[in-house]
């Protein structure tokens, strides 16, 4: 699997938020992580479409919304519109198995790719019905909501789990974490199948974001698949 680093927008400097898009786009960034926050799924509030929007005119790189919010399903047309390329949802949001199917569908008919995430109390079986459908899953590493915290390592067997489940479907999905990463956990994650990583803190608060990203991509590509 290729390793791919994702900087979360969410760590930038807001007052700058050009510069910043085009720094981590200098520095090697692979994907851009938008984390769209309603107040209502998580106890805090991001941005929207507009600042979406905005990123995508700055930078060519892929952008990858996480929705943390109660119902996604309602904004497909305006993250297709704002420059979304992949759109990550949740398995919580109080809809059916066949509703939420139903959403992924209407992502990739948009012509984006598509993603569930699990929040840490989720096992990794929730996601397995849905796989067919997925493009991505997301290992939520820490609680939802807030930057700056710690890895929460038992998820690790949880990645592992995804990954075994795809490798035996036959399926290279991108299996993404996201939650306090940097390269000595980048790594550990790796070794159990994670190859995409959204940095936040360790990335755009760096000292030097190029050396920060290329420190978490080389560690994940030298661990990667070690413990499976």
Not at 12 to 30: M, N, T
Not at 156 to 182: C, T
């Amino acid at each position: 699997m290729k390793i791919l680093t994702s900087p979360s927008v969410l760590a930038c400097d807001f007052l700058h938020l050009a510069d910043e898009i085009r720094r981590a786009d200098a520095s090697g960034s692979d994907w851009l992580h938008c984390d769209v926050m309603d107040g209502m799924f998580v106890p805090n509030m991001s941005f929207g479409f507009d600042t979406i929007r905005a990123i995508n005119t700055v930078s060519d790189l892929p952008l990858d919304v996480h929705m943390m919010t109660c119902v996604p399903q309602n904004y497909l047309d305006a993250l297709k519109d704002a420059g979304a390329d992949i759109v990550t949802i949740h398995n919580d949001i109080g809809l059916t198995e066949d509703e939420l199917m139903e959403v992924l569908k209407n992502i990739h008919a948009r012509g984006m790719k598509a993603a569930i995430s699990l929040k840490p109390k989720f096992p990794a079986e929730t996601v397995f019905p849905f796989m067919e459908e997925l493009d991505m899953v997301l290992i939520m590493t820490v609680e939802p909501g807030f930057g700056g915290q710690k890895f929460m390592p038992d998820m690790l067997e949880k990645i592992a789990s995804v990954r075994r489940r795809a490798n035996e479907m036959g399926k290279e999905m991108d299996i993404q974490v996201d939650g306090g990463i940097n390269a000595a956990n980048a790594a550990l994650a790796a070794a159990y199948g994670a190859n995409v990583f959204v940095v936040g803190t360790a990335s755009f608060r760096a000292p030097d974001m190029k050396v920060a990203l290329d420190d978490v991509k080389k560690a994940a590509e030298e661990a990667y698949g070690k413990n499976l």
